[in-house]
């Protein structure tokens, strides 16, 4: 419990699709950190749950960087992070938390992540719900050992073409060896089936005052 895993270096992974999508995927390096992070946020604007914690459009595309930057640096950190390239390009990113990693509760970690999502959660709207869901999920998180996708985004530009599924392999290959379930959740019910073709199955949902629908799923190992 408690271990954290190098995120730097290591041998790239190829996804058995890379042949007919061009994507290679690897772990990410420092040099990758904050483009990863703007790829996060492309891929979750104008998402449902977003856009209820933000005043418009505008202010959802700053506040998703906060965001996205807590949940990557703290992978980097303390969890394992890979990319999915395109040439020179990111195409998407996979972060993930290992077993007994989450939540972060009190020192200098449970600081950063405060002082990097407290400014968007203080810009946005329904402030009061935003916290309490955070709450509820933290939670209702399975305490067995468990992988934790906290991060699971593909560009506009290169969606379709098979890039979530390279980003997932790795890991899921990592959990399937060692015996260990993955979990993660996700705020958009069209994105069942697509983890459904993975082996993830649906825990439950929950919504907070009025706030969108947040569906958990979990992964037996196979």
């Known amino acids: ?47 449902p749950m977003f856009n209820y914690f933000n005043q418009d459009l505008l202010a959802e595309h700053s506040n998703l960087v906060g965001f996205f930057a807590s949940a990557i640096h703290d992978c980097v950190a303390h969890g394992e992070v890979w990319v999915a390239t395109s040439g020179p390009s990111i195409a998407g990113v996979a972060a993930w938390l290992p077993p007994g990693v989450f939540p972060a509760t009190g020192g200098t970690r449970a600081l950063r992540q405060a002082l990097r999502t407290g400014p968007s959660i203080l810009r946005g709207r329904h402030r009061r719900t935003g916290y309490k869901l955070m709450n509820e999920m933290t939670a209702r998180h399975p305490h067995d050992e468990h992988w934790y996708l906290m991060v699971l985004g593909t560009d506009p530009h290169f969606q379709r073409r098979g890039v979530g599924r390279a980003l997932l392999e790795p890991t899921l290959a990592r959990a399937d060896e060692v015996g260990v379930p993955t979990y993660l959740e996700t705020q958009t019910e069209s994105n069942l089936a697509y983890y459904q073709r993975f082996g993830f199955e649906v825990l439950d949902s929950f919504t907070v005052d009025e706030s969108p629908r947040l569906w958990q799923m979990q992964r037996a190992p196979r």
């Open 1 to 47: 419990m408690g271990r954290s895993v190098s995120t730097t270096g290591g041998a790239d992974y190829r996804s058995g699709m890379a042949s007919q999508t061009d994507i290679e995927v690897r772990r990410v390096n420092p040099a990758d950190v904050n483009t990863s992070i703007a790829v996060a946020a492309r891929a979750f604007w104008d998402d």
